[in-house]
């Protein structure tokens, strides 16, 4: 009974110890599952990030940044490759201290850097593990001996770098970049996203010694290249000028504009003082903004030339009409305005008050338009408003509304007070006068294009001045004037080169016109108008009848000489057009004067030349000095026959044009004197103008002796072939024939000695006479 008592017991027991356990082993496969879908599907993104972060090593591979060039494709800034250095910090260890200590003792060399220091190095390596700048975009050398290092963790990239070939040459135009290669100023900036492209990825597997496996590489897409208006010859010449002046008048800042005045394209733009982009490190912060878009300043009276162009346009005065200057002296609502303590006009016209920049004569001027009249005007010339040149931090300048205007302001307006203005609204003012009265925004880039120089799909664009508007104005373009009021606005404004205060920006050979302004800035103490700091400046255009060019010049405070525009600006003005005029090749539309001699050179003897004599023999003279042979050479003494013979047949051309001054001022003054004094003749006949010319430059022969000199066959001649036309097309006839050129004067070829079809050797020299 006690074993059948028993049994029923052991059966419960083992059901629900079964139960436990297979309750237990329930929840631990729930908590595994859990687990699971917490790792595999909440958090699987982080879990994939850590190990692609242990398995994979990924490198971004910057672009090459856009090219920038000028309009005759000179690179201004091109991307060169330097290299950097960087570390794992987690394969350094507790080796970071020495790291740090021995890579900062090679790269930094400058006290004021303070990212290569090694506080900086070692705070860098210490708040990361896996990667960490040490030094960017090293020298060869430098990077040479952190290599014979050789120390664990640390390796170099490749990188690219900005480099601007010309230093500081259109530095604020061009702008500059940071050490990421991102555009901070200038076009660098305007244009970041397009010149910056787009970035590559290397995607490298490591093994767990981070020894690289494979990789898969995306190339990166170059930015675009910019061409830019800007001719690189005419912006050295601005920046040059500019600087001497700067100098000599120690000034503040100082800009310069050279604009096309039939396409609104700018030609240059000067800042000074300058830097030097590639070393930004050393550069003064207030030195790096562009003053032609950023800066205004009110423009004092060459703001004039808004005003009477009004006044000429829009209420029917004429140059020649009679204007009351007072004595220098109107009053206007208890306001007293005053010309020049200088000046005292009483009855004069209205081109002489523009000449000679009577403040009350312009305010008369205005007075007839009106406000709103005079306003509109104002807006018109483009002031008040964004010009949308290609360059960032425009400013609009300052015009109120007429609505509030004080009763005087139009006084003040009129002579360019209670208004401010950028340098680059202001050379499109006098643009907008000089191309007949229609109004072109500026421009600054020509072409946006994904070609580089030298693959046949970019080509350059010289700049060859017109003397029509382009078929197709761009937008924003707009007629301010009439051409009848432009035209006798030039004729007013070369007046003021002539007869009035802008003497000093005459130029030689050409006409110019334009007008000077003084300005009187604002003293930050006493807020009032200051008597001893101003803004001189200049505005003008060259020549008068065909602008190719106009400039302005803003000298800001200058401290030494009287300050006026006349005396400060106006000299810029005139070095700056006559050297881009000529390089451009524009003829004279006026006589040379002779160059000023220097006091202090050593006087040299002068041919006796009383009187004009028109025989060439002076030109034999030239052309024998320049082509000197031994008394006792045979060729020299063929040649003599042959040239007097050529000298006799030859018939003289007279011309009516005065004669010009020679070009190359190494020629002997005796020479060069005489030659000047006698008028010549042609030596072209009719019979030398039908040979023709040589199919192929003939090349002379020669020997060579023993001792190792060369001697060229003497016996080897060519014909002088009939050199007219321009300078180039006269050097393009002579280099063909085997000639060298020596022009004299400038226009068209006139005369030559020795005459066309005289036999001489090659390599002879040819002079040319070149009038208008």
């Known amino acids: 009974m006690n074993s059948s008592s028993r049994q029923p017991l052991t059966a419960p027991i083992r059901r629900i110890r079964f139960v436990w356990m ?94 290569t220091s090694r506080g900086a190095i070692l705070a860098r390596l210490n708040a990361s593990r896996n990667f960490a700048w040490i030094a960017r975009k090293l020298t060869p050398e430098q990077i040479q001996r952190i290599r014979e290092l050789n120390l664990k963790g640390v390796y170099t990239q490749k990188e690219f770098k900005r480099f601007y070939p010309n230093t500081d040459l259109a530095a604020q135009t061009l702008g500059y970049v940071g050490i990421d290669d ?43 290249n910019l061409v830019l208006s800007i001719d690189t010859n005419i912006q050295y010449i601005a920046e040059r000028a500019l600087d001497a002046q700067m100098e000599k008048m120690k000034a503040a800042h100082g800009t310069v504009v050279v604009q096309d005045p039939h396409t609104g394209q700018i030609l240059a733009l000067a800042i000074s003082p300058r830097y030097n982009p590639n070393d930004l490190k050393h550069q003064d912060p207030a030195i790096l903004k562009n003053l032609a878009v950023s800066d205004v300043y009110e423009p004092g009276s060459t703001f004039k030339l808004v005003t009477y162009a009004a006044a000429l346009d829009g209420a029917g005065v004429q140059p020649t009409d009679i204007v009351d200057c007072q004595g220098g002296a109107m009053t206007m609502f208890g306001r007293t305005l005053h010309d020049d303590k200088s000046d005292h006009f009483g009855r004069v016209t209205v081109q002489f008050a523009l000449e000679h920049s009577s403040d009350v004569g312009a305010a008369k001027m205005a007075l007839k338009l009106g406000n709103q009249k005079f306003y509109d005007y104002i807006r018109g010339f483009g002031f008040g408003d964004r010009s949308g040149v290609e360059l960032p931090s425009e400013t609009r300048g300052l015009l109120r509304a007429p609505r509030k205007w004080e009763a005087t302001s139009i006084l003040s307006i009129a002579i360019g007070h209670e208004v401010a203005v950028t340098p680059i609204q202001l050379v499109t003012m006098v643009s907008s006068i000089a191309n007949g009265g229609t109004y072109l925004p500026p421009h600054i880039l020509l072409n946006e294009t994904e070609h580089s120089k030298g693959d046949g799909q970019l080509q350059p664009a010289a700049y060859h001045p017109s003397t029509q508007l382009p078929e197709k104005l761009p937008d924003g373009a707009h007629r301010v004037i009439t051409e009848l009021t432009a035209a006798k606005m030039r004729m007013m404004m070369h007046g003021t080169i002539t007869e009035g205060t802008g003497s000093e920006a005459a130029l030689n050979g050409y006409s110019a016109g334009g007008k000077t302004g003084t300005a009187q800035k604002i003293d930050p103490v006493t807020h009032t108008y200051s008597h001893s700091r101003t803004v001189a400046s200049f505005a003008g255009f060259a020549p008068v009848n065909n602008p190719a060019i106009s400039v302005a010049v803003v000298i800001d405070d200058p401290q030494v000489g009287t300050r006026y525009g006349g005396t400060t600006s106006a000299p810029v003005f005139a070095e700056v057009a006559q050297q881009v005029l000529e390089y451009l090749g524009v003829p004279h539309d006026q006589p040379l004067k002779p160059a000023k001699k220097d006091p202090s050179a050593p006087k040299m003897e002068l041919a006796s030349t009383d009187t004009p004599n028109e025989d060439p023999a002076d030109l034999n003279a030239l052309y024998e000095e320049l082509n000197t042979l031994p008394a006792d050479d045979p060729l020299k003494q063929k040649n003599d026959a042959a040239v007097a013979t050529a000298t006799a047949k030859a018939a003289p051309i007279q011309t009516s044009v005065p004669e010009k001054k020679g070009v190359f001022a190494a020629l002997p003054d005796k020479i060069m004197k005489a030659f000047r004094d006698h008028g010549g003749s042609s030596l072209m006949t009719d019979e030398a103008e039908t040979k023709p010319l ?79």
Do not use: C
């Open 22 to 115: 297979a309750i237990f082993f329930m929840a631990w496969t729930g908590v595994i599952g859990l687990r699971l879908v917490w790792l595999q599907v909440i958090r699987h993104h982080d879990w994939t990030e850590r190990a692609a972060k242990q398995q994979q090593r990924t490198f971004e591979v910057a672009p090459r940044r856009g090219v920038l060039y000028d309009r005759n494709l000179r690179e201004l800034a091109v991307t060169v490759l330097a290299e950097s250095v960087y570390a794992v910090p987690s394969e350094l260890g507790d080796n970071r201290a020495n790291v740090a200590e021995l890579v900062s003792g090679i790269v930094h060399t400058d006290p004021t850097d303070t990212f």
């Open 182 to 224: 991102i555009g901070l100023g200038g076009m660098e900036r305007e244009f970041e996203d397009d010149l910056h492209g787009t970035p590559g990825h290397v995607l490298t597997a490591v093994d767990a010694k981070r020894h690289a496996l494979t990789s898969d590489e995306r190339e990166p897409l170059p930015g675009q």
């Open 694 to 772: 040589p199919k192929a430059v003939p090349q002379p022969q020669s020997t060579s002796r023993p001792d190792g000199a060369v001697v060229v066959d003497a016996s080897a001649k060519v014909a002088v072939p009939v050199l007219d036309g321009g300078l180039r097309t006269v050097i393009q006839k002579a280099s063909a024939a085997g000639l060298r050129v020596q022009p004299v004067g400038s226009g068209l070829a006139r005369e030559q000695v020795p005459a066309a079809g005289t036999m001489v050797p090659i390599g002879t020299e040819v002079v040319v006479r070149f009038t208008r």
